[in-house]
């Protein structure tokens, strides 16, 4: 009975001794099956993982190199910024001085001329239409009337003011201008030359155009055309431009003639008001009385 129970013992010991050296044996294999995983791992993803790090970098590379680093971004940013500030202050340092010689001609005008001219700003006005009417900032309470005569300051050589058109309505604080150019308004003019007659009827984007009274009129480029006091509206000898052209009709039955005007009507800033109740000196500059025409350069 002894020697049994001593038997059985010794197995129990065996098979624990057993499940121990399986147990060590099993673990030892996991840690190998797991490091050769690890290293199976490592060989299959870091080639991949070594290509996604390069195109990474380079993309990045390309991106910073195309818009720069985010800093560089902010700084050329504010360059822009700075750039845009400069164009706009040279914008308006442009029209002050395209405005100087301008307001040279208007001092001159007002200081030398014998007639008494009333200043009166451009506003509320259509670029587009411009050239044929405008509104001006003076009205009934500034005492403008209807059929006030509208001029500009120039700065030709022998004339201080050019003609620019006529007040057609007046309202309490504005009022609204309608230019030579308009169709609805022929100007009769004077060949300073010659003393010949016609009038202005045709108009087009550039030019202003029209014909002698007489078709036998002399007439030649670079005379001086001033408004005849015909029609009652314009007095006489108010300074309109210079024959630039003269051709004579198809049927030679019409002396055409085209004109430059001293006045850019699609620029104009500031007018002179010249009341139609005021006696009008022709408005020559007082050195200059032999003068004709345009001096040739």
């Known amino acids: 009975m002894a020697y049994r129970r001593k038997k059985k013992d010794r197995k129990g010991f065996v098979a624990t001794l057993v499940v121990l ?15 050769t995983g690890s290293n199976i791992a490592n060989t299959i993803f870091a080639p991949v993982e070594k290509v996604t790090y390069s ?10 190199r195309s818009l720069g680093s985010k800093e560089t971004r902010a700084a050329v940013e504010k360059l822009e910024e700075e750039n845009k500030a400069l164009e ?3 914008a308006k340092l442009n029209t002050i001085i ?9 001092k001159n005008a007002l200081d030398n001329s014998e007639n008494s001219y009333m200043k009166a700003k451009v506003v509320n006005t259509d670029s587009n239409s411009m050239t044929k009417n405008f509104t001006i900032d003076k009205g009934k309470k500034d005492g403008i009337e209807k059929n006030d005569i509208i001029l500009q300051a120039i700065g030709d050589s022998k004339y201080y003011t050019g003609l620019v058109g006529k007040v057609v309505e007046v ?25 010949d007659y016609g009038v202005i009827d045709n108009f087009t984007q550039k030019t202003i155009q029209g014909y002698m009274l007489d078709v036998d009129s002399e007439v030649e480029t670079k005379d001086v055309l001033l408004t005849s006091g015909l029609g009652g509206v314009y007095p006489e000898g108010i300074y309109i ?9 198809e049927d030679a039955l019409r002396k055409n003639i085209t004109l430059n005007s001293p006045v850019d009507f699609s620029h104009l800033y500031r007018v002179l008001v010249l009341k139609k109740t005021d006696q009008y000196s022709v408005d020559e500059v007082i050195e200059n ?5 345009e001096i040739d350069e």
């Open 55 to 64: 195109i990474s970098s380079t993309i990045k590379e390309q991106v910073e």
């Open 289 to 293: 009385r032999d003068y004709q025409g």
């Open 171 to 195: 309202y309490e604080t504005t009022a609204r201008v309608e230019t030579i150019n308009s169709m609805s308004n022929d100007v009769s003019f004077v060949n300073s030359k010659s003393g």
């Open 88 to 90: 706009i202050e040279n």
């Open 241 to 249: 431009g210079t024959v630039s052209n003269v051709t004579m009709s």
């Open 21 to 35: 050296l399986l147990t060590i044996t099993i673990s030892s294999q996991t840690e190998k099956i797991n490091e």
């Open 98 to 106: 395209s405005k100087k010689n301008f307001l040279e001609e208007e």
